[in-house]
């Protein structure tokens, strides 16, 4: 059997936290040389004013149903709450960055100022991020404010990959509209 450092991966992060902030420099160096540059392209700032003045004053019911509808959705032909998510300029801006990342990049996403979804390479598993902590603790601290999620184990991709986080802020107002989430395959770093 060939031994691959991934199995043992989880393991080593639990047992030696050195090995954990090694992840996390390498993290950080990834987002200062590859994802903040993306903070600012028009196209995800401007998807995610549009879905904020689309949503305002949008209720929990109403979030809570979208959600549900996102994921009965997935993994079926008929989607008509995923597809729009999908298909818009700043989709296709999402999976460029991913195709022009060399696999170093494995899922990319924007959500509005509620949490939900506005524009994704591919679909999530949910719609709803804002009860999550790559939203809950990105989006109300600051321009500067990043989120770090732990290196794990994704189903879809069966690959070890730890998630980015940040606020987008609109260069006019210098206010959060939503959030760019950002997968690393850990195997890359």
Avoid: H
Wanted: proline share 6%.
């Amino acid at each position: 059997m060939k031994y691959s450092p991934l199995v043992a991966l989880p393991f080593a992060l639990f047992t030696n936290p050195a090995l954990a902030q090694d992840y996390t420099a390498a993290l950080t160096s990834f987002y200062e040389t590859d994802i903040s540059a993306m903070l600012s392209a028009p196209e995800l700032i401007a998807a995610a004013t549009k879905a904020n003045t689309d949503r305002a004053g949008m209720d929990q019911a109403t979030i809570d149903a979208m959600d549900a509808a996102w994921r009965a959705e997935v993994g079926t032909a008929a989607s008509p709450t995923i597809t729009p998510i999908l298909t818009n300029p700043a989709a296709d801006f999402l999976r460029a960055q991913i195709e022009a990342s060399g696999g170093k990049i494995v899922e990319a996403f924007i959500t509005d100022s509620l949490g939900l979804n506005v524009a994704a390479a591919e679909p999530t598993s949910d719609m709803w991020q804002g009860d999550e902590d790559k939203f809950t603790k990105v989006f109300s601290n600051g321009p500067d404010a990043v989120f770090y999620g732990e290196v794990e184990l994704d189903e879809s991709t069966q690959a070890y990959q730890a998630q980015i986080s940040v606020p987008l802020i609109d260069p006019v107002s210098n206010t959060a509209v939503g959030t760019l989430t950002v997968a690393v395959n850990a195997d890359t770093l």
